[in-house]
């Protein structure tokens, strides 16, 4: 059915920045929410931030406002994350989802499709 690939993560130093992106295929993108989590070794996953099918709501975990914008792209069929300001305590592998419908939520269990991730590290 849906298939999500996420790429542009890499080793940054702090202060640095990344653009992750996300690519979905197999069902009509534009009708679905998306969201970006991540998870840090020993770490529950964790909700980083999400945006609503036609992008005009967004969410974002408090750690991450002001420095991380999410945005996409539905004639690409494709999310984005823009992270500036990039700090250590962003380590972690980076996941896109798609939500099962139009509204953006904060909740993994809502989420219907995964990617497989992509790891992020930043140092210090």
């Known amino acids: 059915q849906v298939q999500l690939v996420e790429s542009g993560g890499g080793l940054v130093q702090a202060g640095g920045s990344l653009r992750l992106s996300c690519a979905a295929s197999?069902?009509?993108?534009?009708?679905?929410?998306m969201g970006w989590f991540r998870q840090a070794p020993g770490k529950e996953r964790e909700f980083v931030s999400a945006?609503?099918?036609?992008?005009?709501?967004?969410y974002y975990v408090d750690s991450v406002k002001g420095r991380f914008t999410i945005s996409r792209d539905n004639a690409k069929n494709t999310m984005y994350l823009q992270m500036n300001s990039l700090k250590p305590e962003d380590t972690a592998v980076y996941y896109c989802?798609?939500?099962?419908?139009?509204?953006?939520?904060?909740?993994?269990?809502?989420?219907?499709?995964w990617g497989q991730g992509t790891q992020v590290t930043v140092s210090s």
């Open positions: 989802a798609q939500r099962g419908g139009a509204s953006a939520g904060t909740r993994s269990r809502n989420y219907d499709y």
């Open positions: 197999g069902r009509t993108f534009s009708s679905y929410a």
């Open positions: 945006i609503s099918s036609n992008g005009i709501t967004t």
